[in-house]
């Protein structure tokens, strides 16, 4: 038992110890007072690394094809659009189709028009989408994702005000998976009790 309490207060005098010479090692001595020490031998505080003042400001550089569009692939759900994007008019064709007509929904069209709206460009530019794969929701997504990307690749300046928005992140909800004993993925089929 006394073996315990000296290995106890034991362990708390090497925590004092432990914690008194770092607290001297961090506060440095002013520069105009010295403490016994010569012009030669000063204390020398340990360099810190740069301090960031903010997200690294390396602008990405311009990515277009010969014909001068900026390529990007948008994913939701189920859905992958290929989306081409080039300055024009405002002009949206999805599957050879127009925005209208392809998405009849308005809340469907107001989706694939969200990141013009963010970065103040609406009519400015032309985009050709196809898209395959899940319902007209998933398919909506997926080209606006496709969109964000490709207009932070022809334009690297707007890449903040869509991050921000949170377009160029993919949704990465997916429908979750039917259950064997189980009618849906959680749903149960019916209890009949006799």
């Known amino acids: 038992m006394a073996d315990e309490k000296n ?4 362990l708390a005098d090497l925590k004092d110890l432990a914690s008194e010479p770092k607290a001297a090692e961090v506060a440095p001595a002013p520069a105009g007072e010295s403490s016994g020490e010569s012009a030669g031998e000063e204390a020398v505080a340990p360099a810190a690394p740069p301090a960031r003042t903010g997200p690294e400001a390396v602008l990405r550089e311009k990515e277009v094809d010969a ?3 900026a390529y990007a692939t948008g994913r939701r759900k189920d859905a992958v659009a ?3 994007l080039k300055p024009g008019n405002g002009k949206i064709v999805v599957n050879g189709r127009e925005q209208e007509v ?3 929904r308005p809340t469907l069209r107001l989706v694939i028009n969200q990141p013009f709206a963010v970065t103040d460009r609406e009519g400015q530019y032309d985009i050709v989408a196809t898209v395959k794969g899940g319902g007209l929701s998933g398919q909506a997504g997926a080209v606006k994702h496709g969109i964000s990307q490709a207009l932070t690749k ?3 300046e707007l890449r ?5 928005a949170g377009f160029l992140t993919r949704d990465s909800r997916v429908v979750e998976r ?3 004993g189980r009618a849906k993925a959680r749903k149960s089929f ?3 009790k006799r």
């Open 7 to 10: 290995t106890v207060s034991d």
């Open 67 to 69: 014909q001068g569009r």
């Open 82 to 84: 290929r989306v081409w």
């Open 102 to 104: 392809y998405f009849a």
């Open 154 to 156: 022809f334009e690297p």
């Open 160 to 164: 903040p005000a869509v991050k921000a």
């Open 178 to 180: 039917k259950k064997y």
């Open 190 to 192: 019916q209890f009949s």
